[in-house]
């Protein structure tokens, strides 16, 4: 390589790696920055002389598909989104010296999504079908001296699949490994500890070795402590097999935990005569993980519970192109809960993670595959498991296995298929010291049981029969949207049969806002969910602790999910416009939900108090009872409203007792929790009416960079009023100026039906008072701050129709300059760059106005152009006990245009009284329409209605039903009296299995009448 190219931090590591004999060791080289993109397809673009000097550059972790945003006809349908796919390539020009050229040089991706081929110098290195997979070529042999050229396509042209958001790209590190002939092979080195007490442990190396002459060489072995001593080391002569093993004894170990994660060092070298010709490192860690069936998990002989979360990789506010910074931070509010473990759902993360859950002290269950066969349209079961499955389980197995965070594999989602003892057999090959399971999948098969929402309900949990350990791999599923309450429960799918009972709060509801008029809902999973903990499949998370900490057998779960995360917006909440999931404590922009702190009381020991509902009501009654919960860990909470104490509760261990909770007649002022143990103040909490905002106040969060990525600042607004209380309605545009060496990664609120493009656009509204904005300092990055302005008020001016606008320069790091601005505005729809007034203080305005803005820097450039209309019907939807009637007692339905369509089949909206966006129509050929439709329960028996139009003259068009590739009915589409006017039903009894199921209506040689919408109850 040419070191006159690399960064200086690498010449340096590329020195400290060579021997004073002069022989080189290995280097790593990130190949992270400056990749050329193009969104578009061309065989040209895998040459070496192609022109792609107008491509755009790009920072990898890429993630495309996030980047360009949501629509509702976006490719990846609800399940992702609302975002699209596509096909895109990526083009890197690396230079590489004569030297190099002696040398073997591996090409790696730690993440690429997905059916990505790869050339370098226009030679085909080879195609990977899987997008969650880590892979690498040995590029060695198609170098030259100078300039080389690396290709890479990227095929998301097939959507859905996945049955999430699926980023779309490069989403994770690229490193270029350049090493001697003889060298460690990758993957090559596999750590076990089989022997672990007090006094001593015993330490076994594997390695691979990569060499034509095996005879002469030897592996010297080092245990290195956590601060960097050499405890053990030994030599071996490296035999003609494949492998050499390293036997060690190491004294006095300490153990990794959770709450201890104490790392080692395996260091592995290759001598060649009396030079090292190649040295890695593992970091490994001594800690036993053992399952049993009637006393659950044990680490290090202690019985714990697993309390854990499942996590997509894509969860939070950068979707797929996590840089190691970020992800810190994201593990960290997951721990900070007092979560002990994370489920990858439903597929290996990148290597980073890995290294970071090793670090914190956090548990893995480590998973490999959603579907051993199609669950998606186009998913990997789909298009590539068969062929494979193998290949990806071998990398997968071999790179994980030397973390000690990860106690267990698991190797599908609600998959089925006789391949399950194939693939336990074939994985316990790779490694023994685990065991496997699955979130049922073929549970029969596994070693441990993983049982998904089946798991949740009463009937499983008080009648168990099998004689396997078992753990909770998916539940509860329960929903929260920050800032968001009812008193009635919301049962996703009506209340279903063996469930735990979860009384309403109150007798009647008495919160009545929503997003917008529920008349405008396509069904009735529109709402926002309740932060009571009262929105769910069939269990609340409180009483699906109390199962879990009491019953012994169970080892534990891992809920449905730790953050909020983009895709699967249609099960639980009925579609577009909803592009987020909301079944985290943690909503998608990182902001706690009232949810987060509940764990907290239940897991956590140090002192705290945590208070929900706010008490900013300003349409409510006075004296109408709000039930007022404290989460807390403390012996009692007393609760004050305006000065006068409510009394003092104690948090239970029953369900229903692990909140403090009292029944308060609501009046404006100030109500606070003080939690005590032993009798002392330990914790207090507040919240105080607000008026209407007026001004917005944001904190800065600085997160180091760390290995090859830059540091991340998340910078949080917050709406508040003029005596500084937090006004938790506000949903005002705040608008990001960014200056100096600072770029933006997102902007997220947590809103699931904003549909405002999160990377592209310079402004994102709050919701329920909140905002942020994601920055990444550029490398090199002496100075930064960003201009952060908004037009702020009552967007209804219910509270008040005064007028607020701000502009603050917010210094980010380094020295920046104070700047005076100049903001003008209009209220009468003209241009303020032209007709604006001078703001000089706050403005009143009337109904159905909307207020322009600018903001201009001392030189009169203008620096940011904002609006925001406000008056009745802006904001939050207001309403009554009625305003949600109609959607009384109905189940789900799901637009036949939004399904997937083959054939003649096609969208049309030439009719009229159709639901949703449009129908389908067949045009007199033949054709049909596939619905997905998930099931994360037991098989179980639903009702569905076909909504149609036809009229007769052609006769009846009977169409067949087939759910999961069995027919289950044929329907006779008979007359309705007026085409695309008038609609009727069909309807018949379908039984759907665990997980993902396709309910599909196909012509049978007459074509079909016109399919308005599939309807669930």
Known sequence: ???????????????????????????????????????????????????????????????????????????????????????????????????????????????????????????????????????????????????????????????????????????ASVNLIEVNPVHIEPNGVFVTTPIINSQSAKVVADVRVSADDKSKLKVKYQVLSAQGEVLKETTNKLAASEAVKGVLEVPNPKLWSIDEPTLYTLVAEVIQGKKVVDRVETKFGFRTAEWKTETGFWLNGENIKIKGVCEHWEGGPVAGAWTKPLLRWKLQLIKDMGNNAIRPSHNPFPPMFYDLCDEMGLLVMDELFDGWSRKAPHDYGAQAFDE?????????????????????????????????????????????????????SNPDDMQVIGINGGSESKTFLENRTFDKPFVSTEAPHTWQTRGYYRTQTWWRDNE???????????????????????????????????????????????????????????????????????????????????????????????????????????????????????????????????????????????????????????????????????????????????????????????????????????????????????????????????????????SNAVYFTLNGDVRKISLENGDPVDQTSRANSNYRAMFMGKTRAFLEMKEGAKNGSVLISSIVGDKSLFLSNKITIVAEDKALFGTQPASDYIIKFTTNGADPTSEGLIYN??????????????????????????????????????????????????????????????????????????????????DDQEGAIKWYQENDGDTRKLNIRIRYSHLSKNGERPMELVVNDEQVAVFQFGDVGDLGSRWKFEGTTVELQKGANYIELKTMGKSGPYIDELFID
């Open 496 to 730: 279903l049969n063996g469930t735990y009972p979860l009384p309403n709060l109150t007798d009647k509801e008495i919160f009545f806002y929503e997003w917008t008029d529920p008349k405008n809902w396509r069904n009735r999973k529109q709402s926002l969910n309740s932060s009571y903990d009262n929105a769910t499949v069939r269990i609340s998370a409180r009483k699906n602790w109390e199962v879990v900490r009491d019953l012994a057998w169970h080892s534990g779960n891992f809920r449905w999910t730790g953050f909020d995360y983009y895709g699967e917006s249609g099960l639980p909440h009925g579609g577009w416009p909803f592009n987020l999931f909301m079944g985290g404590p943690i909503d998608v922009a990182g902001f706690e939900k009232d949810l987060f702190y509940f764990y907290q009381s239940q897991w956590t020991d140090e002192p705290m108090v945590h208070l929900l509902p706010h008490w900013t009501h300003p349409r409510m009654e006075k004296g109408t009872e709000i039930p007022v919960w404290a989460y807390s860990n403390a012996d009692e909470v007393e609760l004050f409203l305006n000065g006068k104490s409510m009394g003092k509760d104690i948090p239970g261990t029953k369900w229903d007792e692990m909140q403090c909770e009292w029944m308060v007649p609501y009046e404006e002022g100030i109500i606070e929790a003080v939690a005590y143990i032993g009798g002392k103040e330990v914790a207090r909490t507040f919240h105080q009416t607000a008026g209407g905002p007026v001004t917005l106040v944001n904190t800065v969060t600085t997160i180091p960079a760390e290995d090859q990525f830059q540091s991340c600042i998340i910078l949080s607004s917050e709406a508040q009023d003029n005596r500084g209380n937090f006004y938790p309605y506000a």
């Open 841 to 922: 203080s706050p403005f009143e305005v009337q109904h159905g106005t909307t207020v322009k803005a600018i903001v201009m820097n001392e030189n009169k450039e203008v620096l940011i152009t904002m609006e925001e209309t406000f008056g009745e019907g802006e904001g939050l939807f207001w309403g009554d006990e009625t305003s949600d009637d109609i959607w009384e007692g109905r189940g789900v339905n799901i637009g036949a245009e939004t399904a997937e369509l083959t054939g003649s089949a096609r969208a049309s909206s030439e009719g009229r009284r159709y639901k949703h966006s449009g129908y389908v129509t067949f």
């Open 388 to 440: 494979w499955w193998e290949r990806d389980m071998t990398e997968w197995i071999e790179r994980d296995r030397n973390h000690p965070s990860i106690i267990i594999w698991s190797l599908g989602n609600e998959t089925h298929g006789e391949i399950a003892k194939d693939m336990v057999e074939f994985g316990t090959g790779l490694d023994s010291t685990r065991l496997f399971t699955s979130g049922a």
């Open 1 to 171: 390589m040419n070191l006159n190219k690399l960064p200086i931090f690498l010449f340096f590591l590329f020195l400290l790696l060579r021997t004073e004999s002069g022989v080189a060791q290995r280097t790593q080289v990130s190949l992270n920055s400056d990749w050329k993109f193009s969104l578009s397809d061309n065989p040209q673009y895998a040459e070496k002389g192609f022109n792609d000097r107008d491509w755009q550059i790009k920072q990898v972790p890429h993630d495309w598909a996030f980047e360009n945003g949501v629509s509702e006809n976006g490719a990846q349908s609800q399940g992702g989104g609302y975002h699209d796919g596509g096909i895109a390539w990526y083009r890197k020009t690396i230079e590489v010296s004569k030297e190099s050229l002696d040398h073997v040089v591996y090409l790696e991706f730690e993440g690429v999504y997905m059916n990505s081929e790869v050339w370098v110098n226009g030679n085909h290195l080879g195609k990977r079908p899987y997008g969650y997979i880590s892979f690498r070529y040995d590029i060695s042999e198609y170098l030259v001296e100078g300039d080389n050229t690396i290709a890479v396509r990227v095929d998301n042209s097939l959507e859905p699949s996945a049955r999430w958001y699926h980023p779309c790209g490069i989403y």
